[in-house]
Every structure is written in C-alpha cells, then in structure tokens.
C-alpha cells in the first residue's frame, strides 16, 4: 500500500490550493480515503474523508464550505481543494487509507499514511 500526496505550497489569506494523493496496492473502491493536517505543536487532526465505494464525503465543521473532497477512481486519486484559505489552515498535510475501509476523520481509524504535503498561508 503506498500513498502519496502532493500539491502543497505558500498562497496569501483567501486563497486556494488543490492537494492530490495518489494511492497504490489496495482495491481503491472499498476503501476510504481521508485528509488529515498537523499544525506546529498541535495534534494531527482530521479534515475530511471519502467514501470510495460511493463517493460520499465528510468534513470537519473547521473546513465545511470551503473544502472539497474528491476523487477520480479510474486514477486511484483522491483531490482536496481548499478555498479561502486562512492562517489557521496552515499545516502538514496528510492523506491516509481507512483501518476499516468506513470513512472516518479520526487519525486513529486509518493505517497507511502519505509522507506529507506542506501549506502555508500568510496574511
């Protein structure tokens, strides 16, 4: 099982970046997929997750509104696109593969984990 994200990089408050994390060695449809951040003294927290089988998301009342989820299955990709952004965006972030294949924007319900993708967003 591999995972790989990417797509991170320095945008000005109210910005938008598109996060993408590419998965290998697993059957991609019954599994879930989720986005995770990790701010500098701060515990890894959950930002949204997917559904594979059938394309459901969730989000976390912090970025509700202004995060999509998404994924492209014949690619095995799983998309965050994060609009107006803000200082308390700024973060590792990770995507990581479902224990038990439900989705879930609890760190502790997933087992393999991207290496990390970093955003920062200034004023």
């Known amino acids: 099982v591999q995972l790989q994200a990417s797509g991170g990089g320095s945008v000005q408050t109210g910005g938008s970046l598109r996060l993408s994390c590419a998965a290998s060695?697993?059957?991609?449809?019954?599994?879930?997929i989720g986005w995770f951040r990790q701010a500098p003294g701060k515990e890894r927290g959950g930002v949204s997750c997917?559904?594979?089988?059938?394309?459901?998301?969730y989000y976390a009342g912090s970025v509700k509104g202004r995060f999509t989820i998404s994924t492209d299955n014949a690619r095995k990709m799983v998309y965050l696109q994060m609009n107006n952004l803000n200082s308390e965006d700024t973060a590792v972030y990770y995507c990581?593969?479902?224990?038990?294949?439900?989705?879930?924007?609890?760190?502790?319900?997933?087992?393999?984990w991207g290496q990390g993708t970093q955003v920062t967003v200034s004023s």
């Open positions: 990581a593969r479902s224990i038990s294949g439900w989705p879930s924007i609890d760190p502790a319900e997933y087992d393999y």
């Open positions: 060695g697993f059957t991609f449809r019954d599994s879930a």
């Open positions: 997917i559904d594979l089988s059938d394309e459901t998301p």
